[in-house]
Antibody, heavy 117, light 108 residues
Framework: QVQLVQSGAEVKKPGASVKVSCKASGYTFTSYGISWVRQAPGQGLEWMGWISAYNGNTNYAQKLQGRVTMTTDTSTSTAYMELRSLRSDDTAVYYCARAGSPNFDYWGQGTLVTVSS | SYELTQPPSVSVSPGQTARITCSGDALPKKYAYWYQQKSGQAPVLVIY???KRPSGIPERFSGSSSGTMATLTISGAQVEDEADYYC???????????FGGGTKLTVL
């Protein structure tokens, strides 16, 4: 069965960086992309970007350009999302989701990132 | 930047039909997807490519799209359908995704 398992919760100080992992299993990793979606407390879903697990091509949300980097390691079927220069409004639950057809049919369990001094 | 607009809330009685709309300028050319999110849980795909239903999703969930509006319909809504619902699509280039603001469905 398809599973996306994310790394654990993080607490970071403003200005720091965070790297969240998403390990995929149960399907051919390189046949799909991975998108990252975040949700601030009490708020809606926000699309952060997408990476092709096949060739590493990426598309990022314009508001995060320059602060976010998405990568994959095909040897371990793991996707990573790194967010730099963290601010308090980056506090959110971060989800990875399988991207393809259909889009976002499987999601990780979410990783809470708290940015606080 | 591109936006999808949803009503903040919809309320129906059990057994009634709930309709949740999503409007966006690129919807005539881009598919809409719908996700259900219950409190404290990850979202679940309920409709993809405007009107297709994933396996395991009850038949009471259906989707349609016409012009700049996509609609999620829950026919005979159940108490367990209470959740937040989000539409998703891409801008006209297809390179950037966007979620609607979400609609809280109340069934009581």
């Amino acid at each position: 069965q398809v599973q996306l398992v994310q790394s654990g919760a993080e607490v970071k100080k403003p200005g720091a960086s965070v790297k969240v992992s998403c390990k995929a299993s149960g399907y051919t990793f390189t046949s799909y992309g991975i998108s990252w979606v975040r949700q601030a407390p009490g708020q809606g879903l926000e699309w952060m970007g997408w990476i092709s697990a096949y060739n590493g091509n990426t598309n990022y949300a314009q508001k995060l350009q320059g602060r976010v980097t998405m990568t994959t390691d095909t040897s371990t079927s793991t996707a990573y999302m790194e967010l730099r220069s963290l601010r308090s409004d980056d506090t959110a639950v971060y989800y990875c989701a399988r991207a393809g057809s259909p889009n976002f049919d499987y999601w990780g369990q979410g990783t809470l990132v708290t940015v606080s001094s | 930047s591109y936006e999808l607009t949803q009503p903040p809330s919809v309320s129906v009685s059990p057994g009634q039909t709930a309709r949740i709309t999503c409007s966006g300028d690129a919807l005539p050319k881009k598919y809409a997807y719908w996700y259900q999110q219950k409190s404290g849980q990850a979202p679940v795909l309920v409709i993809y490519e405007d009107s297709k239903r994933p396996s395991g999703i009850p038949e009471r969930f259906s989707g349609s799209s016409s012009g700049t509006m996509a609609t999620l319909t829950i026919s005979g809504a159940q108490v367990e359908d209470e959740a937040d619902y989000y539409c998703y699509s891409t801008d006209s280039s297809g390179n950037h995704g966007v979620f609607g603001g979400g609609t809280k469905l109340t069934v009581l």
